[in-house]
């Protein structure tokens, strides 16, 4: 195994792996400050803020050569000997020299800026750079142009690492910004007439070190330091980013991208990125609705969990559409509770929007088409609960109109998701049960209408295109007469305590072959399930599970 | 601040003496500073003022700590630029902001509302300090009385508009800021 030294500390690596400076201190412990570089970019070394001393041990007579001068950490490969040095005095002066030339122009807006709080010029000037400033310049306004629908570009609080410039070419291929100018007159700029228009095009506010770059629909919203940062799941399409709610006092102002090599790496689209605003509609359903004789009335939850439990039970016969919205710890404890409650009981996967075809990206990050974080655990809890998962359509052409029992639909759909002449044929069921997030066809003509909650508000675990589990936990509290579907399906269960996605996740690892890597704790990006699905194969189980997950 | 920050000097508390622990000697100085505020009282050179039919004097009107108030710059224009520092600096989470474009092409961000709830401030001066650009500033004013808890939430106009009226006696603090937005 190669061996790095870094401070005198002595680093073991993979001989597979290619790192740089920054990286391999990173694992000693030693943070060097960079601006230009970032892992899931191009190296350029432009910023010079990574410049070290670095040499080389002899292996045989454990020589230290040292390079005569700083180099850029960025773009020094570490190799068996490689030898770091960040602390020095030399390397201590480089630093304080590049924070004095960058802020030499800069605004120092701070108040007004929208990064200040996470702006790494900020962080390393309080680290890194003089405690006094030489340059007599007064502040001064910073220009603002817009760059298209989503970013605003504040010219003079640019650093010009050029991390933008380089997303939009390698990762989101559309190659929109540029670098207009030479040396002191250089700026981030778009061609005429050719705005920043990608899908992907608010990833290079989070790739922004500085306040540059404001995404206009956060911009002046909040201040950095009042938000709580929640690790959660995008709920926008099938591929599941890793993302951070951003909120305060149960307030959602902005999702960000987390880093998960497994599934979006740094990056997340616009749709997922701005996809909350449904979150705090003021049309969302807020309360518990009993329909008697055409007329709605507000039920309470304090009585209503036993009373829609005595008439499931007396209306002989059970259907439940569990919706791809669902987090697999809702769909066990749903299927489960129907199961209980009619033995025979149809459970079902409900419908699945569907966007126009997958969108890759010339960096390879694809926004699905399937427009739902979680179908393939739905699915397989279901296939686990009643052997064979039947979908949205059977239902539908199953000619309902002849049913009998009860129809519990789960919904949580962002959206107009079912029409007029849909809902017209579930309405043959004597008694239908509705959970949506919004007003529908069909829940103006359910029984019980009841409020869904929203992705935020969830707590469990999703299941992505590519069989990757991801567990978090709720981000923000459900409004004021909301219950979510785990602790409503919990309570009918009649379970003991408050609902726990822990629990649950051990019961699915315990019952079920997909899910059993859950028996450990998920780590943060996440469990992938994929050699679970071959194991039941290879033993004849479930001959078309690839058909169905 | 850090406890191990080199600029920090730890004193340690000093050890009483004999005078110090018996008490007497204290004991007297106490009762001396009385006897001496008796016999200026007796003299006729009373210090209790019989407010309300008698206003105080605030020997400094600068430094006393009584109703917010929001200055404005050298247009009339608020001079706030809504940072939230002073939100974020208050303790008693009185202060309530909404920031957003400002209307002037010289000015970045500016407070379309700001609110204060007088009642749940406690009055310790520390928005004053945060606020980059001397905007809020608390006047000599302490006579603060309402009918309704509503009422006592003083929003932007009511917040300018103690400036108007305090502007004259009590000068803002700073001199204007030359061509900075923040």
Known sequence: MPIVIVDGKEVEIDGQERLNGIQVAARAGVEIPHYCWHPGLSVVASCRMCLVETGK?????????????????CQTPASDGTVFVTESAAVKNARAMVEEDLLLRHPVDCPICDKAGECSLQDYHFQHGREERRADIKPFHSRRRSLGDTVTLFVDRCVMCTRCVRFCREVAGTRELMVAHRGAHEEIDIFPGFPLSNKLSGNVVDLCPVGALGDKDFLYRQRVWFMESHAHVCAGCSTGCS????????????LKPRENLAVNQYWMCDEGRYGWKHVHDPGRLAQPLRRRQGRAEIADWTALPAELDQRLRAAGGLTMVLSPFLTVEEALLAAKYARAVDAK??????????????????????IRSEKCPNRRGVAQVIRGICGEAANWSDLLDSSPSSASGALWVAGGYKSDWIDASQAELLRAFPLLIVQDLFPSPLSECADYCLPAASFAEREGSYVNYNDRLQSFGWAIRPPAGVKTEAR???????????????????????EFVYFSALSDAVPPDGIDLKLNRIAPQAAGATAEMGAIG | MRPDDPKIRWVDEPKLGITGRMYLPMFAQGLTTTFKHLKRSLAGDVLTVSYPDQEPRIDAPLIYRGVHRLNRDEQGRVKCVACFLCATACPAHCIDIVGVESPWPDREKYPQSFTIDELRC??????????????????????LTGRSREEMIFDKEKLLSVFDATKDTEPMRSAPTEGTNA
Do not use: H
Request: charged share 30%; aromatic share 8%.
């Open chain 1, 57 to 73: 041990k002899d292996l045989q007579s454990g020589k230290i050569t040292m390079i005569p001068k700083l180099v850029p950490a």
């Open chain 1, 243 to 254: 993302i951070d709610v951003d909120e305060n006092q149960d307030r959602i102002y902005r």
């Open chain 1, 345 to 366: 009981a149809r459970v079902i996967l409900g419908a699945v929007p569907e966007g126009a075809g997958d969108e890759r990206f010339s960096g390879g990050f694809t």
């Open chain 1, 488 to 510: 409503l399906f919990w309570q009918l269960s009649q379970r003991e305590g408050m609902y726990r996605a822990e629990t649950v996740r051990r019961e699915l690892a315990e």
């Open chain 2, 122 to 143: 406690i009055y310790c001066g520390m928005c004053e300090e945060a606020c980059p650009v001397d905007a809020i500033e608390l006047t000599s004013l302490y006579n």
